[in-house]
């Protein structure tokens, strides 16, 4: 039984630690054009890791990443200062990160995508096409590498998994 409260606490703990760094971290975030896509807090809960990582239209860099670190770390150290002693490591989400949500799609509208696909009845497809809009009810891809360019439309429900295609 104390396993198992131990353990509860820890994750309320972790969702209270993501909850006050986003509270501090979106406004400078936002101040320097970035926008923070994910939180993850590992480690002991009196030093905990924290990861962030950020995005901005264009794509992140490592000055980026520098002043986004070193703006949260003055920040938090003045603005909490019971809180825990936190170790922070930003990063870029990369070329091949997963794309998840909406949003993810409507920032690399017009780029090629690799989107595995569920078929109706067979095993999962992947298609490479370009992303021409992003809409309520899913994705309008284009195949324009093929000499007749054809249009495809694909709901949310039938994406198992996309990414960017990195184009040389």
């Known amino acids: 039984m104390a396993a198992i409260l131990d353990a509860y606490l820890v994750a309320f703990m972790t969702e209270n630690l993501i909850q006050a760094i986003r509270d501090v971290g979106d406004p400078l975030a936002m101040a320097l054009g970035l926008e923070i896509l994910d939180v993850q807090c590992t480690g002991k809960p009196a030093k905990p890791l924290v990861r962030l990582t950020l995005d901005k239209e264009g794509g992140v860099g490592i000055a980026d990443c520098e ?3 070193q ?3 003055r920040t938090w150290e003045i603005t909490q ?3 825990p002693s936190c170790r922070f490591e930003v990063s870029s989400p990369g070329l091949d990160r997963p794309l998840k ?3 993810d799609f409507q920032r690399v509208q017009g780029q090629r ?3 595995t696909l569920q078929d109706d009845a067979s095993k999962p497809v992947v298609v490479i096409e370009r992303l ?3 809409t309520e009810a899913g994705l309008q891809l284009v195949d324009d590498r093929s000499k007749v360019m054809t249009e495809r439309f694909v709901a949310w429900n039938e994406i198992i998994k996309a990414k960017v295609e990195v184009e040389f």
């Open 67 to 69: 002043q986004f670190h």
């Open 71 to 73: 703006s949260l770390r």
């Open 81 to 83: 200062p019971e809180g």
């Open 101 to 103: 949500d909406r949003k």
């Open 113 to 115: 995508l690799r989107v």
């Open 132 to 134: 021409r809009c992003v």
